[in-house]
Structure formats: structure tokens, C-alpha cells
Nanobody, 125 residues
Framework: QVQLGESGGGLVQAGGSLRLSCAAS????????MGWFRQAPGKERDFVAA????????DYADSVKGRFTISRDNAKNTVYLQMNSLKPEDTAVYSC??????????????????WGQGTQVTVSS
């Protein structure tokens, strides 16, 4: 089993930055693709970004391209999401997830086996 725990969320003004971290425990996630998803109140969970097991491939939602960067440190069993130029519409609960499709960057939640509890990101205008 993999346990995932997010941190780094908070309240920030529009145009600001936040860096989310997702620490894994229980087992290494070095052989998993890791993804970030977000869910705003009353909306479905949306794909944000994903990174393959060795960081060789990344994928982003169109809405965050050029502003967000996903990265990972397998030695620390941790994945990061650097979020710059934040907008009010980025407000959501952000969750990290692990997928066994280690060489791909799936965008569908059902293709991820393990999930964290999420961290709230609020962007004020």
C-alpha cells in the first residue's frame, strides 16, 4: 500500500505562487506515474499534471500550461507542483495520486490507484 500526504496549500493573492508537495510512505513510488488533480466545490475532479516514473515525460492540463510545473525526487519519495501566476479559478482542493502506468501520463482519475487527502488552495482576486 502507498500512503500519500499533500502539503503546501493555503491562501494566496492572484498572481502569487505556491509549491505543493506530496510525500509518499509505505512503499516507494519510484515505479509509479504521479499525478495532481483538483476539485472545486460542486465540480468534478480535474486533471492538472502528471509525471512518469523517471521524470522523462510530463503532461499538463491546458489551463495550467506555462504556469504550473510538476517534478519529482524519487530519493525523497516526493512529488511537487510549483504553481505560479495563480488565478482565482485555480481555487480548489488539490490531490496527488499514484498510477501503475509508469511510462504514461494518464489524465483519468480511475487510472490512479492511490490518493492523498488533498490540500486546499485558495486564490483571492
Amino acid at each position: 500500500q502507498v500512503q500519500l500526504g499533500e502539503s503546501g496549500g493555503g491562501l494566496v493573492q492572484a498572481g502569487g505562487s505556491l509549491r505543493l508537495s506530496c510525500a509518499a510512505s509505505g512503499r516507494t513510488v519510484g515505479s509509479y506515474t504521479m499525478g495532481w488533480f483538483r476539485q472545486a466545490p460542486g465540480k468534478e475532479r480535474d486533471f492538472v499534471a502528471a509525471i512518469t516514473w523517471n521524470g522523462g515525460r510530463t503532461d499538463y492540463a491546458d489551463s495550467v500550461k506555462g504556469r504550473f510545473t510538476i517534478s519529482r525526487d524519487n530519493a525523497k519519495n516526493t512529488v511537487y507542483l510549483q504553481m505560479n501566476s495563480l488565478k482565482p479559478e485555480d481555487t480548489a482542493v488539490y490531490s496527488c495520486a499514484a498510477s501503475p502506468l509508469f511510462s504514461r501520463t494518464p489524465t483519468i482519475p480511475s487510472q490512479y490507484n492511490f490518493w492523498g487527502q488533498g490540500t486546499q488552495v485558495t486564490v483571492s482576486s
